[in-house]
Every structure is written in structure tokens, then in C-alpha cells.
């Protein structure tokens, strides 16, 4: 999956507590995006990453928070878990600006009880 | 605000024939339309980009459209098979830095 690795793959947590999603890629691509899919939302942007420590807010950005300290790895976390947040999270990475193809993770299916 | 619809939740096709697919987007024009295939358990994956000049591109069996007068893109399969059934997803631009995503479409290919 074009050198990107998500991990972990499955997690459950309780209300309350902080959890960490950490996203690798070999390919040294300068973007980096966290997606949250849900059923009849579709994948929802929660943060990107246009280089090291560049972040900005996606349209779902609320009770999260990223970090980028290095080019291949991409962090989201969850300060203090909540039900609403269980989800499966996507990482994906591009070359471009958006309009070239984007690379996705396996993703991450978090269940917060 | 800006959005971008699948309308079709589900779609069964005959093997053999044109699945067609559609996305909506209103609000907005986006520069460039994507396509994705998504497996179950697994991320989507990139099948085909469309730019707003352009009408049409194809690769292999697929093709994809892009009017800008109906805001809209149609996305074929020609000669569909069993294991192209999965859910498709359109993905168009939505700020300098991200894709907007539809909710997907689920295909499936009776044998």
C-alpha cells in the first residue's frame, strides 16, 4: 500500500482517556491527511500536514489534535476519547496539492466504550 | 457549503454490462474530479483523475466523464465483472490541501 502503515490496526479504549494513532510512510511525500469514515458520512478530513510541523484543521477537527516532527510520520490524538469518536481513521499522503493522487492506509477501526 | 453527493447508495449490474456511476457536487466548481475504489477492511484506492478542461479519460475498462454545466461526473465500467464489485467513491477538491468525498457508491456484478 504504496509504503504507508498505520498503526495501530484495531483499538478499544474507554470514554475519557487519550489515545494516539500513528501514521508512517517510506515514500517521503510532503502531505499527510487524517480521515475519519463513518456510514453515510462518507471519509471526513480531521487534520492535514503540508510539511514538518504545518497542521491545519479539516472540517471535523473538533477533539482532535496532530503532530508532525518528522517527514514519514503523521500523529492524531484524541485528548480524551468520546463515544462519537468511534470511527475507522484513514491516513493517506500525496505528492501534490491535492490534485494528484492520494495514498491511503489500511486504517484504523477505534472503538471508544 | 460546498458538496459532493453519490446518489446512488447501491447498484447491481449483470456481468458483461456498463455499470455507470454518478457524483453530484453543488456550491462550488472544483478544478479536478477523483475516482476510488474501496474493498471492504481496506483504504481506497486511486483510480482516475479528471481536470475540468478535460471531458473524458479512460484507463482500460474504465472511463470517466466531467460536465461542468451539470456539475456533475459519470464514472463506467464497460464489460463489468464479479470482481469489480466494491464501493466506489468520488473525491473532488475542496481547498488548496484536501479532497471533499462522497459517501460512496456499493457495486455489485451478478455472475
Known amino acids: 500500500d504504496a509504503g504507508i502503515t498505520q498503526s495501530p490496526r484495531h483499538k478499544v479504549t474507554e470514554t475519557g482517556t487519550p489515545v494516539t494513532l500513528r501514521c508512517h510512510q517510506t515514500?517521503?511525500?510532503?502531505?499527510m491527511y487524517w480521515y475519519r469514515q463513518d456510514p453515510g458520512h462518507g471519509l471526513r478530513l480531521i487534520h492535514y500536514?503540508?510539511?514538518?510541523?504545518?497542521?491545519d484543521k479539516g472540517e471535523v477537527s473538533d477533539g482532535y489534535s496532530v503532530s508532525r516532527s518528522k517527514t514519514e510520520d503523521f500523529l492524531l490524538t484524541l485528548e480524551s476519547a468520546t463515544s462519537s469518536q468511534t470511527s475507522v481513521y484513514f491516513c493517506a499522503i500525496s505528492d501534490g496539492l491535492g490534485n494528484t493522487e492520494a495514498f491511503f492506509g489500511q486504517g484504523t477501526r477505534l472503538t471508544v466504550v | 457549503s460546498q458538496k459532493i453527493e453519490q446518489n446512488s447508495e447501491a447498484l447491481n449490474i449483470q456481468e458483461g454490462k456498463t455499470a455507470t456511476l454518478t457524483c453530484n457536487y453543488t456550491?462550488?466548481?472544483?478544478?479536478?474530479l477523483q475516482w476510488y475504489r474501496q474493498d471492504p477492511g481496506r483504504g481506497p484506492v486511486f483510480l482516475l483523475l479528471?481536470?475540468?478542461?478535460?471531458k473524458e479519460k479512460r484507463k482500460e475498462r474504465l472511463k470517466v466523464t466531467f460536465d461542468t454545466t451539470l456539475k456533475q461526473s459519470l464514472f463506467h465500467i464497460t464489460a463489468s465483472q464479479p470482481a469489480d464489485s466494491a464501493t466506489y467513491l468520488c473525491?473532488?477538491?475542496?481547498?488548496?490541501?484536501?479532497?471533499?468525498f462522497g459517501t460512496g457508491t456499493r457495486l455489485t456484478v451478478i455472475p
Open positions: 479528471i481536470r475540468e478542461n478535460e
Open positions: 515514500e517521503n511525500h510532503r502531505y
Open positions: 473525491a473532488a477538491q475542496g481547498g488548496a490541501n484536501n479532497l471533499f
Open positions: 500536514s503540508y510539511g514538518v510541523k504545518d497542521t
Open positions: 456550491n462550488y466548481s472544483p478544478a479536478y
